[in-house]
């Protein structure tokens, strides 16, 4: 199994910037591709942003140019650098790690989430 602790949520005023990161421990083995999840109230949980072992990135449409997503596999890390935030980014982030080569699919392990509030 996989245990993924996240941490760096936090009150923001619009505009600032947030700094997630999500500490993997586990079975480190079968951590293939990790990513950034949220969740708002009322809404479905959405990827924010993915990264495969070897690097590669994905973003959500809406947080293109704002946020950006690196990992450290020697520190079995994933971080969520988050700029020029809005009122629309609150939610829940959590981080996922997948065995495959995208993020995430059925078989990911979840964090428990680390809130984000960014005040207008």
């Known amino acids: 199994q996989v245990q993924l602790v996240e941490s760096g949520g936090g009150l923001v005023q619009a505009g600032g910037s947030l700094r997630l990161s999500c500490a993997a421990s586990?079975?480190?083995?079968?951590?293939?591709?990790m990513g950034w999840y949220r969740q708002a109230p009322g809404k479905q949980r959405e990827l924010v942003a993915g990264i495969t072992s070897g690097g590669d990135t994905n973003y959500v449409e809406s947080v293109k140019g704002r946020f950006t997503i690196s990992r450290d596999n020697a520190k079995n890390t994933v971080i969520l650098q988050m700029n020029s935030l809005k009122p629309e980014d609150t939610a829940v982030y959590f981080c996922?790690?997948?065995?495959?080569?995208?993020?995430?699919?059925?078989?990911?392990?979840w964090g428990q989430g680390t809130q984000v509030t960014v005040s207008s």
């Open positions: 996922a790690a997948d065995p495959g080569s995208i993020c995430c699919g059925p078989f990911a392990s």
């Open positions: 586990g079975s480190l083995f079968s951590i293939n591709a």
